[in-house]
């Protein structure tokens, strides 16, 4: 009796002194192996990883599972680590302390997820790792100190990526390869160091150039898994592998022009040529008055590999389009200009000036739909449209001034775009545009008038001006600046008088009604018998709108 009940004692003690290692994630198996304790979960429905992992585990293999990202200390827990994979999840984003408490941590693979980017920071927490596998992801950057930290690396795979550019500076801050540099020669020294970096679309340009080099000159105990890297671009290069293809140096782009002053008869068509020279290729635009160019076309012709040429076409030239033109090219490297001057000339030349109007061409017939399509508190966006036989070469003018002005400010919109924004528009004051083909001047129907309001701060009397007031002979549109709109046809006198009695209804009504407040809306504004605005305009006889007619759409 007595050696059962010692026996009996014996093993309750061990089962509290023994560490509990038959403990398993739920949906996971757990077994031991020649490398430790191993914990498997290979295709469940994890979504996150797992929480309380016992802490004698040195292996996790967590695969084909649904974890979307590894947050902060995931598996701080697990202090013995030494293995860890997770591999074919939907992983996309790492935490810069995700591994963090993870110092014995050797093998990381996270092949074939959805990471487009790596805090390499977070390897700090992780110096004895020699194996990374990286590859089937979406990376498309590498830092110059992604590998600062990992000082005993020696696998290293970024296949299968997206990486386009790499500086030959990512491998010269590592570590390791400054270590292999000073015992080059020395067998022994230093262990092989294995790099995947194929099947990623390498763009060869000259930002490449000491990567390629790099590559070029790559021998033990560095070893590259796959020494045939290929170019994707640019066209030129696609396709060829790196020890194919010459990588020049960078150039900030060089600008010029075969004519930098220019003088043509008005009403000739204007052709400005500017010709860059730059590596990487550059981003060219043009420049009028400190202004951007969009309204002309612009086209840009791939000379070779570093020389490109782009005109800008000016149709049928304007006293308004005399002055500096500028053709500025941008590159990463830096930046270029050239001006070219352009004047108009007084004499008669061999290009004819342009005929009489009627005699242009059949557009003379064309109705363009004109409206204010928005208002702000100190501007307008005006909108058009037109039924055109050929809209891809048709061009427009807008004329824009003040309504008593006799010359206007002409602006010449490109093909394609049928918008303008006119800003900076003083208060109280009468304003014109129109809207007409090519060099036509404007015809009845094709212009809108328009009058800005008081430079007023009382907010509430703002929103109180939202309104469509209805006139006999149009309409009228006020926006929060006190801005009204109406056709060319309308005499004004009738707007400020529509506006008052407006304005005295309203007094009105306050009185009739004290202390409610009425919403003005397009209903309540309803012109009746015996409510009649701007009874002068009675007299005159209704017209029907025709196509071409001078009623314009306003909202």
């Known amino acids: 009796m007595?050696?059962?009940?010692?026996?009996?004692?014996?093993?309750?003690?061990?089962?509290?002194?023994?560490?509990?290692?038959?403990?398993?994630?739920?949906?996971?198996?757990?077994?031991?192996?020649?490398?430790?304790?191993?914990?498997?979960?290979?295709?469940?429905?994890?979504?996150?990883?797992?929480?309380?992992?016992?802490?004698?585990?040195?292996?996790?293999?967590?695969?084909?599972?649904?974890?979307?990202?590894?947050?902060?200390?995931?598996?701080?827990?697990?202090?013995?680590?030494?293995?860890?994979?997770?591999?074919?999840?939907?992983?996309?984003?790492?935490?810069?302390?995700?591994?963090?408490?993870?110092?014995?941590?050797?093998?990381?693979?996270?092949?074939?997820?959805?990471?487009?980017?790596?805090?390499?920071?977070?390897?700090?927490?992780?110096?004895?790792?020699?194996?990374?596998?990286?590859?089937?992801?979406?990376?498309?950057?590498?830092?110059?100190?992604?590998?600062?930290?990992?000082?005993?690396?020696?696998?290293?795979?970024?296949?299968?990526?997206?990486?386009?550019?790499?500086?030959?500076?990512?491998?010269?801050?590592?570590?390791?390869?400054?270590?292999?540099?000073?015992?080059?020669?020395?067998?022994?020294?230093?262990?092989?160091?294995?790099?995947?970096?194929?099947?990623?679309?390498?763009?060869?340009?000259?930002?490449?150039?000491?990567?390629?080099?790099?590559?070029?000159?790559?021998?033990?105990?560095?070893?590259?898994?796959n020494s045939y890297l290929m170019c994707s671009g640019p066209a030129s290069k696609a396709g060829k592998f790196f020890h194919e293809i010459p990588v020049k140096s960078c150039m900030k782009p060089e600008a010029s022009s075969p004519e930098t002053n220019i003088t043509l008869p008005l009403g000739a068509n204007a052709i400005l040529s500017c010709l860059v020279k730059a590596r990487p290729s550059p981003t060219i635009h043009w420049m009028y008055s400190l202004k951007i160019i969009r309204g002309f076309t612009v086209t840009e012709t791939q000379v070779d590999e570093e020389t490109v040429t782009s005109q800008l076409v000016i149709p049928s030239l304007h006293l308004a389009e005399r002055g500096l033109y500028t053709c500025v090219a941008n590159n990463f490297i830096g930046n270029s200009s050239v001006s070219i001057m352009v004047d108009i000339s007084s004499s008669p030349s061999s290009f004819p000036l342009p005929p009489p109007v009627p005699m242009l061409s059949s557009d003379d017939n064309t109705f363009i739909e004109i409206r204010i399509a928005k208002q702000t508190v100190y501007g307008i966006t005006l909108e058009w449209h037109a039924e055109l036989d050929n809209p891809a070469e048709t061009w427009f003018t807008i004329h824009f001034g003040k309504y008593d002005t006799p010359k206007k400010e002409m602006i010449y919109i490109g093909p394609g775009i049928n918008s303008y924004s006119v800003g900076n528009l003083l208060p109280v004051t009468k304003y014109e545009v129109c809207v007409s083909l090519k060099n036509h001047p404007p015809r009845e129907g094709q212009c809108i008038v328009f009058v800005t309001g008081n430079d007023t701060s009382e907010m509430e009397q703002r929103k109180r001006l939202i309104h469509i007031i209805v006139i006999v002979c149009a309409m009228v549109l006020s926006v929060p600046a006190g801005m009204y709109a109406c056709t060319i046809e309308i005499r004004f006198s009738c707007v400020e008088r529509c506006v008052d009695l407006w304005k005295k209804r309203r007094q009105e009504n306050r009185e009739n009604q004290p202390g409610m407040e009425r919403q003005g809306t397009f209903d309540s504004l309803q012109a009746t018998s015996e409510e009649v605005l701007c009874r002068d305009l009675e007299e005159k006889p209704k017209r029907k709108r025709e196509k071409g007619g001078s009623a314009a759409y306003m909202y």
């Not at 089962?15 to 198996?29: A, D, K, M």
């Not at 192996?33 to 996790?60: N, V």
């Not at 947050?71 to 827990?77: E, T, V």
């Not at 930290?149 to 010269?172: E, G, M, R």
Request: net charge neutral; proline share 5%.
């Open 2 to 225: 007595d050696v059962l009940h010692v026996t009996l004692r014996i093993a309750v003690v061990f089962c509290f002194i023994t560490p509990v290692s038959s403990t398993c994630v739920t949906g996971c198996s757990c077994r031991d192996d020649k490398l430790g304790r191993s914990l498997l979960c290979m295709g469940t429905s994890l979504r996150q990883t797992p929480e309380d992992i016992p802490h004698d585990f040195a292996k996790i293999r967590i695969e084909n599972c649904h974890l979307t990202e590894l947050p902060q200390g995931s598996f701080s827990n697990v202090s013995a680590l030494e293995f860890l994979w997770l591999n074919f999840n939907e992983i996309t984003l790492m935490n810069i302390k995700s591994l963090e408490g993870l110092a014995n941590l050797t093998e990381l693979r996270l092949q074939g997820n959805k990471l487009t980017t790596v805090p390499w920071t977070a390897f700090q927490d992780t110096p004895k790792l020699k194996i990374l596998d990286l590859k089937h992801n979406r990376l498309d950057v590498l830092p110059k100190q992604a590998l600062r930290y990992l000082p005993a690396l020696t696998y290293l795979d970024l296949s299968f990526n997206q990486l386009s550019v790499i500086s030959k500076d990512v491998f010269h801050n590592w570590p390791l390869y400054e270590t292999a540099q000073k015992a080059w020669g020395k067998e022994g020294l230093v262990s092989n160091v294995v790099l995947a970096l194929h099947d990623n679309p390498w763009l060869c340009d000259c930002r490449l150039k000491g990567f390629v080099e790099f590559i070029k000159s790559v021998s033990p105990p560095i070893i590259l898994m």
